[in-house]
């Protein structure tokens, strides 16, 4: 069985830096491309970044971009997203989720087939 579990989800203030983890079960994980999404109350889910089995990443919006950061290890079947300097706007439960096989990434969330719990990020001003 497939399973996600993320970690790292906390309180920090605007300008701190926060990594989240996301861990898959043996065996589910090493050719997928993977993804974090998040979820504000009231508002529907965003794509927020993806990175292929390779290494090739893409940051969702262009808020994002130089401030998150995706990175995996299949070894150790773990991907993580870096928030430097995150915003008010940033906070939401992260979730991350597996995609399909190979080097395509899709933004839709319908494009993932297993998505973990979440994990709450919430940033204070």
């Known amino acids: 069985q497939v399973q996600l579990v993320e970690s790292g989800g906390r309180l920090v203030q605007v300008g701190d830096s926060l990594r989240l983890s996301c861990e898959a079960s043996?065996?589910?994980?090493?050719?997928?491309?993977m993804a974090w999404f998040r979820q504000a109350p009231g508002k529907a889910r965003e794509y927020v970044a993806a990175?292929?089995?390779?290494?090739?990443?893409?940051i969702g919006s262009e808020a994002s971009q130089g401030r998150f950061s995706i990175s995996r290890d299949n070894a150790k079947n773990t991907v993580w997203l870096q928030l430097r300097g995150p915003r008010p706007e940033d906070s939401a439960v992260y979730y991350c989720a597996r995609g399909g096989p190979g080097e395509s990434v899709d933004t839709r969330s319908r494009a993932y087939d297993f998505w973990g719990q979440g994990t709450q990020v919430t940033v204070s001003s």
């Open positions: 043996v065996g589910t994980f090493e050719n997928r491309v």
């Open positions: 990175i292929t089995k390779g290494g090739d990443s893409i």
